[in-house]
């Protein structure tokens, strides 16, 4: 069983562009890299979810949106080892080569009904040959690699191989009591390094408060105007930081972000609030640090039920759940505390759907940020739902594991019927 610093460090990584194209982007370039000759075709087969979360999405660099330019861009560009930042450095002749392609009319993507969540197979032809990778499980795992059928190791490609999340299902023992307890005691050295991601998310949300970005729902609530209600205080400043990193990163901004357990935006979801709410306290790094670490695994340890891609929004609920325990963190709040907090935002937010990734999630991720200071609030004041109320038990981990309840029985249908109503609109793909 991986400990929780190792689940940190490999749950917490950069990525440029929303995750979802960028891994179809990543799996077409580890087969394209494999041919030889121009390329003469594309064929997709994309699980539901990754279709649902990259048609909407800006990709950077591009001043475009969807699946098909995140495509035809990991067929050009030749730089699988980059994984999540395959787009960074992107330059004008990489997407003119990627815009031909699309224009001769070379993709064809398909939905493939699969039981896994996130599945990505991606076949490029070319005049003698035929490439294929699948990413499955996470977005940059490497289920398989081959050249005319033949099988090739991931070794031997750009691309490392690493197991799937599902893989440490039957030994994960997280729980809350335990991720409080390795916050307060790990070396601050050891989690020194999610500062870095710290100051990568404050960049992309100073970037969102400056720019004409999306909705511009952080831009305008930040603003002082006759049409602003927001006042200028503690919550709506953190509210308004956060919600501007997702404006960008929805809207194409090519700068990175950190990634929390697959996802960008909840990365911003669960790490803004706490990074906000340190610079107004005046907390020192080591005190970030440790609320953050705590941010992030408490947003690992719900998407653990969740699940990777969901009918729940990760970053709303998961992320407003992180969010919460990081900023009763730095408030001084108990383990009993955080507790309450957990159960508090898992009672406001345990219904929001998933329904893509576009710009409308800077939307949702205000509605979080709101929904986990109010519950911070709550549990500072030691209040919080009883067992009468709704999905909430009595042990927090009881009422997180509702939450897997919830997706697999009650909302099974959901992603199939939201995909529906996402493609009645035509011309998405």
Avoid: W
């Avoid at 081959?146 to 999340?165: N, Q, R, V, Y």
């Avoid at 009595?394 to 493609?423: C, H, K, P, S, W």
Wanted: glycine content about 10%.
């Amino acid at each position: 069983m991986a400990s929780l610093l190792e689940i940190l460090r490999k749950e917490v990584v950069p990525a440029e562009g929303c995750t979802e194209p960028i891994a179809v982007a990543y799996a077409v370039s580890l087969a394209a890299e494999l041919l030889e000759e121009d390329i003469t075709a594309i064929r997709l087969q994309l699980s539901g979810n990754i279709i649902k979360n990259a048609m909407g999405v800006g990709i950077p660099g591009t001043g475009q949106t969807g699946l098909p330019i995140a495509a035809a861009l990991g067929a050009v560009v030749g730089r699988s080892h980059k994984k999540l930042e395959i787009l960074s450095g992107l330059n004008p002749a990489e997407l003119k080569l990627a815009n031909d392609l699309l224009e001769r009319g070379l993709l064809e993507v398909e939905l493939k009904v699969t039981p896994e969540k996130l599945y990505i197979e991606a076949q490029v032809y070319s005049r003698n040959h035929m490439a294929t990778a699948i990413i499955a499980g996470e977005h940059t795992h490497i289920d398989f690699l081959a050249l005319d059928g033949e099988k090739i190791t991931p070794a031997k490609s750009k691309a490392d191989c690493g197991k799937p999340g599902r893989s440490d299902s039957e030994t994960y023992a997280g729980s809350v009591e335990g991720i409080f307890e390795f916050v307060r005691n790990v070396p601050f050295q050891d989690i020194h390094f999610l500062l870095e991601g710290a100051r990568m998310n404050k960049a992309i949300s100073d970037e969102g408060l400056r720019g004409d970005y999306g909705l511009q729902v952080g831009k305008k609530m930040s603003q002082q105007s006759a049409v602003n209600l927001f006042g200028n205080d503690v919550a709506s400043k953190i509210i308004a930081a956060t919600a501007a990193a997702s404006d960008a990163r929805m809207d194409g901004s090519a700068m990175p972000v950190m990634t929390t357990a697959g996802s960008g935006n909840q990365g911003i979801a669960c790490t803004l609030p706490v990074i906000a709410l340190a610079e107004l306290l005046g907390k020192d790094e080591e005190m970030l640090a440790r609320a953050l670490a705590l941010s992030n695994l408490v947003t690992v340890h719900i998407k653990h039920y969740i699940g990777r891609l969901s009918p729940l929004c990760g970053s709303g609920i998961a992320g407003g759940v992180g969010a919460n325990s990081g900023i009763l963190y730095l408030m001084g709040g108990s383990l009993a505390q955080i507790k309450f907090g957990i159960q508090n935002t898992i009672a406001s937010l345990s219904g929001m759907i998933c329904d893509g990734a576009k710009s409308t999630c800077a939307l949702k991720i205000s509605t979080s940020t709101n929904a986990a200071i109010q519950a911070a609030t709550l549990a500072m004041n030691n209040i919080g739902p009883t067992t009468k109320e709704g999905v909430i038990f009595e042990e927090v981990e009881d009422t997180i594991r509702n939450m897997e309840r919830l997706v697999q029985e009650g909302l099974a249908d959901t992603d199939a019927t939201i995909l529906n109503i996402m493609l009645s609109k035509g011309g998405v793909l």
